[in-house]
């Protein structure tokens, strides 16, 4: 398919800059442009794996953001991370380059695929598309990828294919989706999150009914049907609705006879209207991962992929960076990284770690952003119950400023009152030292937060590594 005879054809762009390039959307979105022949430039605050990949394939890279970066661009490109008062937006617009964010990008190249396949939701995103790759590639359907995460069978964030099958997270977060032009969504569950955008969860159920009714009256809709809030944004839409779960009996597809191994992992027989298909067997752990196989089953069903090739798929899958990755063993502890920081993806990592085969689970948790971490007080402060010891860090600021208002040994002392064996230490050194001394083997040290917390982890396997 020749995307680039179509893409924004009126519009004659052949040049295109990206601010913040290094970013894993925008790295993965040049990359796509670099394959359709597109002449790409960008620039971050440092060089990175990925800004080093984009320039051995052409791209050019600039560190640190400038004026004299932008000079006869078609199309600036940025994140919301990116302000106005940036210099390289500051002189896009002297010059009059049409300016557009990431998701605009993102939804003009997915225009192009006949079948754009969207995942969203609040937990399980990056998962699910890993999962939906996994069986894609498996079935030699050749779809080209974009990924939040980094995934060993794709080798990075993104896959270029050259079929009309586009694979892509869809995230919600200041209601970047509604850009897209997907023919089928997956919502694989709507929870209150990202409070710095989002008013409350009645505002964020009506980003995700708009993002629905993008889909056309001849597209599918895949839906959790054990979640109620992504229950009630798909009534009455006009397209395909296919749902699946573990609870709801109504719902179409559904895993029965679930066993888990000492790694947590799960096999289960997976039923579609009560006719059993076949039995799944899952190479990542936890009950969620079973829900979330579902929506990837449902899913590429859909697409004509058939079962053995799912099943296979499946199996072959054995997680995306970041995503209860394991990062080592040393002196028989196990030492594992989790994205998980919302609370339901904290209780839901803990307990997919609690069915791994150990002795004591500590849990070494990073909050991630100020506003989540106080609107969210009371529901972390119960999450971790699966944890036999609990670290709380510093809270990773991102893109916010301290509000002065909370702070991690706040949380710290909330686990404790319910129960929860959880210390404040600050400094990821003195954490390391800390798991050196009182870590003992047959442990499993779980670090999780979508901040820098994992080299926690690497600090404590250097140490120990070098007695």
């Given at each position: 398919m020749n995307n680039k005879s179509n893409f924004l054809e009126s519009e004659?762009?052949?040049?295109?800059?990206?601010?913040?390039?290094?970013?894993?959307?925008?790295?993965?979105?040049?990359e796509i442009l670099l394959s359709q022949g597109y002449f790409v430039s960008g620039s971050d605050i440092k060089a990175s794996?990925?800004?080093?990949?984009?320039?051995?394939?052409?791209?050019?890279?600039?560190?640190?953001?400038?004026?004299?970066?932008?000079?006869?661009?078609?199309?600036?490109?940025?994140?919301?991370?990116?302000?106005?008062?940036?210099?390289?937006?500051?002189?896009?617009?002297?010059?009059?380059?049409?300016?557009?964010?990431?998701?605009?990008?993102?939804?003009?190249?997915?225009?192009k695929y006949s079948f754009g396949i969207a995942i969203a939701g609040t937990h399980g995103k990056t998962t699910t598309t890993s999962?939906?790759?996994?069986?894609?590639?498996?079935?030699?359907?050749?779809?080209?990828?974009?990924?939040?995460?980094?995934?060993?069978?794709?080798?990075?964030?993104t896959r270029i294919g050259e079929s009309d099958f586009f694979i892509t997270e869809a995230c919600e977060y200041y209601g970047s989706f509604l850009?897209?032009?997907?023919?089928?969504?997956?919502?694989?569950?709507?929870?209150?999150?990202h409070v710095d955008y989002f008013r409350d969860l009645a505002h964020i159920k009506s980003t995700f009914e708009q993002f629905v009714s993008l889909v056309p009256s001849a597209g599918y809709i895949v839906a959790c049907a054990d979640d109620e809030s992504t229950l009630s944004v798909i009534k009455d839409k006009n397209c395909n609705i296919i749902t699946y779960g573990l609870k709801n009996p109504a719902a179409i597809?559904?895993?029965?006879?679930?066993?888990?191994?000492?790694?947590?992992?799960?096999?289960?027989?997976?039923?579609?209207?009560?006719?059993?298909?076949?039995?799944?067997?899952?190479?990542?752990?936890?009950?969620?991962?079973?829900?979330?196989?579902?929506?990837?089953?449902?899913?590429?069903h859909t697409c004509g992929c058939s079962i053995?090739?799912?099943?296979?798929?499946?199996?072959?899958?054995?997680?995306?960076?970041?995503?209860?990755?394991?990062?080592?063993?040393?002196?028989?502890?196990?030492?594992?990284?989790?994205?998980?920081?919302?609370?339901?993806?904290?209780?839901?990592?803990?307990?997919?770690?609690?069915?791994?085969?150990h002795k004591k689970l500590w849990c070494v948790f990073q909050p991630h952003t100020y506003t989540r971490t106080k609107a969210f007080l009371e529901m972390f402060s119960n999450s971790f119950s699966d944890a036999d010891n609990i670290i709380i860090t510093d809270i990773y600021a991102a893109r916010e400023k301290d509000p002065g208002d909370i702070h991690s040994s706040i949380l710290a002392e909330k686990i404790r009152q319910h129960g929860g064996n959880a210390i404040y230490i600050s400094d990821f050194q003195d954490i390391a030292r800390y798991l050196d001394k009182n870590a003992e083997p047959g442990d499993l040290i779980l670090t999780m937060g979508a901040g820098d917390i994992v080299r926690v982890g690497e600090m404590f396997i250097n140490i120990r590594g070098n007695k």
């Open positions: 004659k762009i052949n040049n295109v800059h990206f601010i913040g390039i290094g970013g894993s959307s925008m790295s993965g979105l040049a794996k990925a800004t080093q990949k984009l320039e051995s394939k052409g791209a050019r890279i600039f560190i640190g953001h400038s004026l004299e970066n932008i000079t006869n661009q078609d199309l600036v490109v940025y994140t919301v991370a990116v302000k106005e008062d940036n210099a390289e937006m500051i002189r896009a617009r002297q010059l009059n380059i049409p300016v557009i964010d990431r998701a605009e990008l993102l939804g003009l190249l997915m225009k999962m939906i790759t996994a069986i894609m590639l498996k079935a030699d359907t050749d779809p080209t990828v974009h990924i939040g995460g980094e995934l060993d069978c794709i080798g990075g964030n850009k897209f032009y997907p023919f089928m969504d997956v919502v694989l569950n709507i929870e209150l999150d597809w559904t895993a029965k006879n679930i066993h888990y191994n000492d790694m947590g992992c799960s096999s289960f027989d997976v039923y579609k209207e009560g006719e059993r298909l076949g039995t799944v067997s899952l190479s990542v752990p936890g009950r969620h991962n079973v829900s979330n196989s579902l929506a990837a089953i449902a899913a590429c053995d090739d799912i099943i296979s798929g499946l199996l072959t899958f054995g997680g995306s960076h970041k995503r209860f990755e394991l990062k080592g063993l040393v002196d028989d502890i196990k030492v594992i990284d989790d994205y998980a920081h919302h609370p339901s993806e904290v209780r839901a990592t803990l307990g997919a770690a609690k069915n791994t085969g």
